[in-house]
């Protein structure tokens, strides 16, 4: 069954302190894995798309990347605004909708000053 | 470009009353979808669109219906709802990432349901 487990649940973090979350991922045939952030009240707002194994984007404090069974979204020296539930999802496999998403339950970051 | 939007933001249900809850996107994208969220369970599609006039079915359907009323507005209709229907309800809008086989979904602000 093709599916998305994230890690951990919940990460508290000192302002400047870096770390990184993970997303797991079993799905056959990886054709694109997204991360998204969502703000409390808000709809998920669109992060990174990555595609192969190696492959590493970055914007701003965030970096993701991705191996053949999960990817990470490395957040350095993080800032009280980076403060969200960071979503990561996968595309389902061919057969339903080219956009369709199977979405792990995400991880809420807080990060104190 | 406003993007995805949604209406209502906030509704309070009775059980059995039905209601629609509207989207309209502005981003000239084909593919639209209808998902719920649950604490605890994450995002979970219940229908989508993969082009103006046809609709299929996600991971949970039952209770709702859909309408792909043109290229820029997807409907869901609760026909009797259901305390188990209280959610967070967002749409969203897909557009195809060229030369790849994949899509790019961007999320309107949700829809806050409560039925009880």
């Known amino acids: 069954e093709d599916q998305v487990t994230q890690s951990p649940e919940a990460l508290r973090l000192q302002e400047g302190e870096s770390s990184s979350l993970n997303c797991s991922y079993t799905?056959?045939?990886?054709?694109?894995l997204f991360w998204y952030r969502q703000d409390p009240g808000k709809g998920p707002e669109f992060l990174f798309t990555l595609y192969s194994a190696g492959e590493e984007k970055e914007k701003e404090r965030l970096k993701a990347t991705l191996t053949k069974k999960e990817s990470f979204l490395h957040i350095t020296a993080p800032k009280p605004e980076d403060s969200a539930t960071y979503l990561c999802?996968?595309?389902?496999?061919?057969?339903?909708?080219?956009?369709?998403?199977?979405f792990g339950k995400g991880t809420k970051l807080s990060v104190k000053p | 470009n406003a993007g995805v939007t949604q209406t209502p933001k906030f509704q309070v249900l009775k059980t059995g009353q039905s209601m629609t809850l509207q989207c309209a996107q502005d981003?000239?994208?084909?593919?639209m979808y209808w998902y719920r969220q649950d604490p605890g369970m994450g995002l979970r599609l219940i229908y989508y669109s993969a082009s103006e006039g046809t609709t299929d079915k996600g991971e949970v359907p039952n209770g709702y219906n859909v309408s792909r009323l043109n290229k820029r507005e997807f409907s869901l209709r609760l026909e009797s709802a259901a305390p188990s229907q209280t959610s967070v309800y967002f749409c969203?809008?897909?557009?195809?990432?060229?030369?790849?086989?994949?899509?790019?979904?961007?999320f309107g602000p949700g829809t806050r349901l409560t039925v009880l």
């Open positions: 799905v056959s045939g990886l054709r694109g």
């Open positions: 999802a996968v595309q389902a496999p061919m057969g339903g909708s080219q956009g369709n998403l199977i």
């Open positions: 969203a809008s897909s557009r195809p990432n060229r030369g790849l086989s994949t899509d790019t979904q961007y």
């Open positions: 981003m000239n994208h084909n593919s």
